[in-house]
């Protein structure tokens, strides 16, 4: 079915952050109208949404009723409501991704043991419910601690590298992943409408700051050997088909130091790594997206031009108004995209914004990132 009637259309985003102001973008091309959910007031769709509601995302009345006046209802944060978007669903309201996905995914133990069931390569795991359960597992240190619910941007994990770090563990029902020694992370988003096409994005990089536990820098194409990236799209095109998802999957991998491709985790929503696809790709992650749940033909997926994605990320020590540093500076150097989040306030590695830099070259786009990165700051 092509439900596609702009005029007529009511599309619901739960999360009003970043992500959903990028999917605002990518709207207003579509002369779609969007309403916006989000606790804070002031949230960064707030003044571009057609509709911004303040509201709990995890409360069940508030997400029931701000979805009842929608068609089609979709997310840019994984922690919402199931329940209400369950009910929103059986009384036919178009909900993508579908609730029992967004549930499965919420729980990372859930989604360890998914990828297990359905043969897809992924860390060797074990589940614990508290801290003194690690103790059983002593012999097979060092690990990834994971919380099965509730983290997001590296909080919520924590590496534990001998018994004697048990210190540092959280006391909660966890995942304990088996350390992968990887030469690389990479990224495959991909897209699936109603009517099952499928469309990846060329695999990206990406590289972590340590300090932060946050992508610092990705990479657009991602350099690989050929056959390393078919098998990334091949277990892209795997967990998208068994999941049978509508909308984006951004599936996160490790490339391991022998060569294997394991999944580590997905986000059913548009993805920091693809960002670039808004100045780097013939179509964005955000346009594709909007194609998806509204089973429109996806749109082309290949680089128009290598580029490189940098985080701007507060800085550290800095809390209060955000205050922007050398944007004059960057603004001269060919190929520099800024983009500023609009969030009134910074604290120290805040996601305040991203800058893409899109060059002849991926060493050139690499070149002008590092300058940026060293250029642009956000204070207080
Ligand atoms: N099993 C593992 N082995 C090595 N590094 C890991 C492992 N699991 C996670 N990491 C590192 O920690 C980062 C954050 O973990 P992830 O599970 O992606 O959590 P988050 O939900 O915070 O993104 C990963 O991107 C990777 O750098
Ligand atoms: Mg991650």
């Not at 390569?121 to 419910?129: A, N, Q, R, T």
């Not at 500023?340 to 991203?354: D, L, P």
Request: proline share 4%.
């Amino acid at each position: 079915m092509n439900f596609f009637e702009p005029d007529k259309l009511k599309i619901g985003i739960l999360g009003g952050g970043q992500l959903g102001r990028m999917i605002l973008q990518a709207a207003a091309n579509y002369n779609l109208f969007i309403k916006i959910l989000d606790p804070d007031e002031n949230a960064p769709c707030k003044h571009i949404a057609n509709e911004f509601k303040k509201g709990k995302l995890t409360d069940f009345d508030t997400v029931y009723k701000f979805g009842k006046d929608c068609d089609v209802i979709t997310i840019e944060i994984e922690h919402v409501n199931i329940e209400a978007l369950k009910k929103l669903e059986k009384e036919g309201k178009k909900v993508f991704p579908q609730p029992h996905i967004l549930e499965m995914i919420q729980d990372k133990g859930n989604q360890k043991m998914f990828y297990q069931r359905n043969d897809i390569p992924s860390p060797d795991f074990f589940l614990v419910e508290n801290k003194s359960q690690i103790n059983k597992f002593n012999d097979y240190f060092p690990f990834f601690q994971k919380l099965r619910t509730g983290g997001y941007d590296g909080k919520g994990v924590v590496k534990l590298s001998d018994p004697n770090d048990l210190s540092k563990a959280f006391d909660a029902p966890s995942v304990l992943e088996r350390l992968v020694d990887f030469e690389k992370e990479i990224s495959v988003i991909i897209a699936r409408n109603e009517s099952g096409e499928t469309k990846c994005f060329p695999v990206v990089e990406c590289a972590f700051s340590e300090e932060a536990n946050l992508v610092e820098f990705l990479f657009s194409p991602a350099i690989l050997k050929k056959t390393q990236e078919k098998e990334a799209y091949k277990i892209a095109e795997l967990v998208a088909e068994k999941m049978q998802i509508v909308g984006l999957l951004a599936v996160e991998m490790f490339v391991t130091k022998d060569g294997k491709i394991l999944v580590n985790e997905v986000a059913p929503r548009p993805h920091n790594s693809g960002h670039q696809t808004i100045e780097g790709n013939v179509t964005s992650q955000f346009e594709q997206h909007l194609r998806a749940i509204l089973n429109l033909p996806l749109g082309a997926t290949d680089i128009t031009r290598p580029s490189v994605m940098v985080n701007m990320l507060g800085e550290k020590g800095f809390e209060g108004d955000a205050k922007y540093q050398g944007i004059n500076e960057v603004l001269k150097w060919d190929g520099v995209h800024v983009h500023m989040y609009g969030k009134k306030t910074t604290k120290s590695f805040r996601k305040m914004g991203h800058v893409t830099v899109t060059a002849n070259t991926l060493e050139e786009a690499v070149k002008y990132a590092k300058k940026v990165k060293d250029t642009l700051k956000v204070v207080a």
